[in-house]
């Protein structure tokens, strides 16, 4: 079945960049999403990435797809402790249902 | 505008004890969703509804019932809670397939 992977925990020191990785197994893909999870509350969508564009930037968020090792990443500039949430990765199937990975912790050293 | 909202946001249960969570949307979306969030698990899809008067299941919907009766409102019920339902429950909504609106989640707890 369609999987979404991504590591779960990513620690990156303030004022430094962080890279979030994502790996997903359906080819069919046309939206790829990044949510953000802060403390106590629901999913927010960060950005989303449209499958036949490789690179998408807002602000200090810069989104790249690479479709042909099925690859997503999540760059944050200038990390803040702001920043400091869980990040979702998420694939829409064939099916046109959303696929959630288990999320990636960042924390922000000091 | 609201958005999505939950209710309760907390709840301690008793093993056998039947509740319903409320999840309510003022954005007229069509897609509705229940997740619960686990601890090194990420979200599961329990029941979702892609309109009113239907429902369909997820991932882990064993244990749970889900109502759409109106469009706004989406019910899920635990008829017989376990304390393997001890879990944070969020609720979504959509136009169609794509982004998702969440709400704040429900904390429950089954002893």
């Known amino acids: 079945g369609e999987d979404v992977e991504q590591s779960l925990f990513l620690s990156v020191r303030e004022g430094d960049s962080s890279v979030i990785n994502c790996t997903y197994t359906?080819?069919?893909?046309?939206?790829l999403y990044w949510y953000k999870q802060e403390p106590g509350a629901g999913l927010q969508l960060l950005t989303y990435?449209?499958?036949?564009?490789d690179m998408k930037q807002d602000q200090r968020l810069t989104v790249l797809l690479n479709k042909k090792d099925k690859h997503l990443s999540l760059r944050i500039a200038d990390t803040q402790t702001g920043d400091s949430a869980i990040y979702f990765c998420?694939?829409?199937?064939?099916?046109?249902?959303?696929?959630f990975g288990k999320g990636t912790r960042l924390h922000i050293l000091p | 505008n609201a958005g999505v909202t939950q209710t309760p946001k907390f709840r301690v249960l008793k093993t056998g004890q039947s509740m319903t969570l409320l999840c309510a949307q003022d954005?007229?979306?069509?897609?509705m969703y229940w997740y619960r969030q686990d601890p090194g698990m990420g979200l599961r899809l329990i029941h979702y509804?892609?309109?009113?008067?239907?429902?369909a299941k997820g991932e882990v919907p064993d244990g749970y019932n889900v109502s759409r009766l109106k469009k706004q409102n989406f019910l899920l019920g635990l008829e017989s809670a376990a304390p393997s339902q001890t879990s944070v429950y969020f609720c979504?909504?959509?136009?169609?397939?794509?982004?998702?609106?969440f709400g704040p989640g429900t904390r429950l707890t089954v002893t």
């Open positions: 954005m007229n979306h069509e897609y």
């Open positions: 998420a694939d829409t199937n064939r099916d046109d249902k959303i696929i």
């Open positions: 979504a909504s959509s136009w169609s397939s794509g982004e998702q609106y």
């Open positions: 509804s892609v309109g009113e008067g239907t429902t």
């Open positions: 990435i449209f499958s036949n564009m």
């Open positions: 359906d080819s069919s893909s046309t939206y």
